[in-house]
Structures are given as structure tokens and as C-alpha cells.
């Protein structure tokens, strides 16, 4: 069974014209599970989780979170950077990502399976106290920081297999044993983090884990990976739950990423992290989209992503 998410706030996060990062992006995406035939698994609307400001104010610092809030309302253009263009509803969406993520990762505790959220914006690069491309809250890092409160969830494992490295996804969690970071990405690239010898620090050394990729990479080459590392890895840590931040941007067709992979290599990689899932976590993986700025490859990529899940 798969559930999947969205939210009429995450289209009135208003980039401006010519980003890439826009509203458009969701109408590919649910083009995708259009084509999937799943139209009629999506919550379209989910009700807001009563916990999303206790976990958002747990991940990033409060400071933070006003911060960017009184930006958004006083109609400030830009927010940290210039990648980070905001509109009156960019804090309300940012925060409507987290809270659907929790509503999804609740689903999933309560009935099993798989669930994908189809939101903006995305969430990986977002540090504690920092916006950065594209991303203001970390919506996969909250999920993962609500699920390990919850009974019996102990082990949390993060794949990231957007085209560019979440390097604060890495961060929040590098230095802790109870979350397991992998990311899959082009190297050197942005954010400029990301080498293979970035292992976690303290009790966290060994549990963030590399792979880089140079550009123009292929299926070959992610496959492989995958079937070496990630399902070796996910074997070794047995955890609870898998989380994937699921960044389209290394398809071929996008103009970002300057990758060659395709949208069945998505399928694939999803469907050994589901078999792995159903190895060790009881089937439940939870989907977030990041990245993925074509809109026929982003579309084709949710369709395989989608089908692999269910």
C-alpha cells in the first residue's frame, strides 16, 4: 500500500519568474502519479500535525524560525542567499512541508506500507541556523527527529539520491549513531560538501556515508553503488524505518544536475530499497521530494519512483 501527499500551500510558494525551483514542478510530479495509475492514493490536503512547530523549533533554532517568518511577512525578496527567493506564503508552505511530512510519517507508523510527499520547497540543504538552496526547513531531518521519539523506532536510515549533496540533512545528524546518512551525488558540485572521507564525527563516525559521483554519471554506475553500499549498508544497520530524499535532478533531461541517469534507474534503486525495507523495517519507507527541474523527466521519474513503492 502506498499513501501520497500534497498540500495547496506548497503552490502559493512564489519563486518568481524564471527559477527553477516553482510552482510548476507540482503539477509534473502529480502528472507522474497520473501516469502511474495511483491518482486515486493521494491526500490531497492532509490536516495540519499538531506537532510541526515543537519539531521544527527542535531542528532549527527558534531564532531562526522568526527570522525567516517576519522575512516572508515584511516581503523581503530574498532570504539568506540569492538562491532563496521568498513570497508572502514561503514560510506557510516551508512549514506545511513539515507538517505533511509528519502526517505521512504517522500514516505509515499507523498502517504500514509507503508514502510519498509530493511538496515544496525542498528541504536537504537546510542548516540549523541557515537557508540554502532552495531550502529553508529540513523537512526530511524533522521527520527523522519525530520518528525517533516515537515507541520502538530506534534506528533511522536516510538515502539521499538528489543530484546535489544534502549537506544539512549531514550535518543535524553527523555526530549521532541513531541516524544513518547516506547520500548519492555529483562531486565536486553544490554545495561543495559531500567527499568520500566525511564519516561522522564522535559516536557518529561511520553512520554518514558518501558515495560522489563525477559528471555525466549513468545507471551503470548508480546501480552498482546501490547494490554495493547502500543495500549493504541498510543491511548492516537493520533500521526501523528508511527515509529517502528524493531529488530527480540527476536524470538526464534535467538542465542542473549534468547527469545521464534515467527515470527506470529511479524505479530500481527504489525497488532494492523497498526489498531491503521489508527486510529489516517492516516494509515502511517514507518518500520526500527534493530536487528535479525537467518537467517531462521529473514527471517520468515520479511514475517509476511511484510504481517501485506500491
Given at each position: 500500500?502506498?499513501?501520497?501527499?500534497?498540500?495547496?500551500?506548497?503552490?502559493?510558494?512564489d519563486t518568481g519568474v524564471g527559477h527553477p525551483e516553482n510552482a510548476v514542478r507540482l503539477k509534473a510530479a502529480l502528472e507522474g502519479i497520473r501516469r502511474s495509475g495511483l491518482g486515486s492514493r493521494v491526500i490531497p490536503d492532509p490536516e495540519p500535525h499538531e506537532e510541526t512547530d515543537r519539531i521544527i523549533a527542535k531542528v532549527h533554532s527558534v531564532d531562526y524560525e522568526r527570522e525567516f517568518e517576519e522575512a516572508c511577512r515584511t516581503g523581503m525578496p530574498l532570504f539568506h542567499s540569492i538562491d532563496n527567493p521568498i513570497s508572502a506564503h514561503s514560510f506557510d508552505?516551508?512549514?506545511?512541508?513539515?507538517?505533511?511530512?509528519?502526517?505521512?510519517?504517522?500514516?505509515?507508523?499507523?498502517?504500514?506500507?509507503?508514502?510519498?510527499?509530493?511538496?515544496?520547497?525542498?528541504?536537504?540543504?537546510?542548516?540549523?541556523?541557515?537557508?540554502?538552496?532552495?531550502?529553508?526547513?529540513?523537512?526530511?531531518?524533522?521527520?527523522?527527529?519525530?520518528?525517533?521519539?516515537?515507541?520502538?523506532?530506534?534506528?533511522?536510515?536516510?538515502?539521499?539520491?538528489?543530484?546535489?549533496?544534502?549537506?544539512?540533512?549531514q550535518h543535524l545528524f553527523e555526530e549521532r549513531d541513531d541516524v544513518f546518512y547516506l547520500s548519492m551525488h555529483r562531486y565536486p558540485?553544490?554545495?561543495g560538501t559531500g567527499a568520500s572521507d566525511e564519516v561522522g564525527f564522535g559516536k557518529g563516525r561511520g553512520y554518514t556515508h558518501n558515495i560522489p559521483f563525477p559528471a555525466?554519471?549513468?545507471?551503470?554506475?548508480?546501480?552498482?553503488?546501490?547494490?554495493?553500499?547502500?543495500?549493504?549498508?541498510?543491511?548492516?544497520?537493520?533500521?526501523?524505518?528508511?527515509?529517502?530524499?528524493?531529488?530527480?535532478d540527476a536524470h538526464w533531461r534535467d538542465p542542473l544536475g549534468g547527469m545521464h541517469l534515467s527515470e527506470q534507474a529511479y524505479g530500481e534503486m527504489t525497488r532494492r530499497v523497498v526489498e531491503a525495507a521489508d527486510r529489516h523495517s517492516q516494509g515502511r519507507v517514507f518518500s520526500l521530494l527534493e530536487g528535479g527541474y525537467d518537467l517531462e523527466g521529473l514527471a517520468a521519474s515520479v511514475d517509476e519512483h511511484v510504481r517501485a513503492l506500491a
Open positions: 500500500m502506498i499513501s501520497i501527499y500534497t498540500h495547496p500551500l506548497f503552490f502559493r510558494h508552505a516551508a512549514r506545511a512541508a513539515v507538517g505533511a511530512a509528519l502526517c505521512a510519517a504517522d500514516g505509515l507508523l499507523r498502517d504500514g506500507g509507503r508514502s510519498f510527499l509530493i511538496a515544496r520547497p525542498p528541504g536537504h540543504h537546510a542548516e540549523r541556523m541557515e537557508a540554502m538552496g532552495f531550502c529553508f526547513f529540513n523537512t526530511i531531518a524533522c521527520t527523522a527527529e519525530w520518528l525517533r521519539e516515537q515507541p520502538g523506532i530506534d534506528r533511522i536510515f536516510i538515502f539521499d539520491f538528489d543530484v546535489h549533496h544534502g549537506n544539512g540533512t558540485f553544490y554545495p555525466g554519471t549513468a545507471d551503470a554506475e548508480y546501480l552498482d553503488a546501490v547494490e554495493r553500499d547502500v543495500v549493504e549498508l541498510i543491511d548492516g544497520f537493520k533500521p526501523d524505518v528508511i527515509l529517502v530524499s528524493a531529488g530527480f
